[in-house]
């Protein structure tokens, strides 16, 4: 997260001070996964982590842009893959 909030294209949309607030505050909430299933179902193999990450932490979301990986699955588990906007229409139904 640190390394894509200095992105130039994501740099205009978040002050350095918020990203790292951001980023310390998701590292105060997260859960640390130290050990990975094994994963290989994604159209993209270089995907597999995240749909491994996402099953070890029990996630309701993936959230992905990637429109050749893995969000042609749909779901891993009782993971639901969405893009930004899908998941956006459902915290924000009114906006969406």
Known sequence: LRRVTRHPRIRPRIEP????????????????????????????????????????GRADYLITEDKRGVISLESHGATRILTARQFLAIIQPDHG
Do not use: K, Q, W, Y
């Open 17 to 56: 001070a918020v990203a790292g607030s951001l980023v310390n505050d998701l590292r105060h909430f997260a859960d640390l996964i130290e050990t990975l299933p094994r994963v290989e179902v994604s159209p993209d193999p270089g995907d597999n982590f995240l749909l491994a990450m996402a099953e070890a």
